[in-house]
Structure formats: structure tokens, C-alpha cells
Nanobody
Framework: VQLQASGGGLVQPGGSLTLSCEASAAAFTFFIAGWYRQAPGKQRELVANITSGGNTVNYADSVKGRFTISRDLAKRMVYLQMNNLKPEDTAVYYC?????????????WGKGTLVTVSS
């Protein structure tokens, strides 16, 4: 399975961006899809994730109220709507999906997309 992330770019503080992640294949069963980010000199961190049923979402405290994660199963897409962006949101953003089977799991990562928040 390949994950293709897109939508990064340069945006001014207070602006918005939407990141998209398309999977080359659907998960057969339960999965958790998410977005991570890595700023220069920092460790990769979880930004948000969502379960395949869409009923459970988690956000990093730093993005709560500003970012929204969603998924479209039919299109094999996961989105991250980012509003009120701040300079500290500048990072490479990676999409991730972990597929769960009976007694096993498989994790996939996409190549990152750069988000730069600067005036």
C-alpha cells in the first residue's frame, strides 16, 4: 500500500491549508489513519488520527480547535483541514495508516509534504 500526501505549501499566519492523503488500496478491516509532523530539529509527533469508522478522533493539544481530520472510505482519502495556522505549525507532514488484522497489524507511511507558515 502506498500513501500519497499532498496539499502542503507556504501560508501566512492565520491562514488555512488542507492536506490530502490518498491510499493506493483500501484496508480490508479496521484501520487507524493519521497525520504526523516533524519540525526541523524535533522528533516526529502525532497531529491527529481517526479510526476507520470515523467515530474516534484524537488531536494533539497544540492543534485542538484548529485542525480537523476526516476520511472518505470510498475515495481511500484522509484529510487534514488546518485553520488559523501558526509559525510553530511549520513542519513536514506525513500521513500514516495502520491496518489491523487478526493478531497482526501493518503500518504504512507516505512521503511528507512541507507546510511553511510564515509572513
Amino acid at each position: 500500500v502506498q500513501l500519497q500526501a499532498s496539499g502542503g505549501g507556504l501560508v501566512q499566519p492565520g491562514g488555512s491549508l488542507t492536506l490530502s492523503c490518498e491510499a493506493s488500496a483500501a484496508a480490508f478491516t479496521f484501520f487507524i489513519a493519521g497525520w504526523y509532523r516533524q519540525a526541523p530539529g524535533k522528533q516526529r509527533e502525532l497531529v491527529a488520527n481517526i479510526t476507520s469508522g470515523g467515530n474516534t478522533v484524537n488531536y494533539a493539544d497544540s492543534v485542538k480547535g484548529r485542525f480537523t481530520i476526516s476520511r472518505d472510505l470510498a475515495k481511500r482519502m484522509v484529510y487534514l483541514q488546518m485553520n488559523n495556522l501558526k509559525p510553530e505549525d511549520t513542519a513536514v507532514y506525513y500521513c500514516n495508516r495502520r491496518d489491523y488484522g487478526i493478531g497482526s497489524s501493518q503500518e504504512y507511511w507516505g512521503k511528507g509534504t512541507l507546510v511553511t507558515v510564515s509572513s
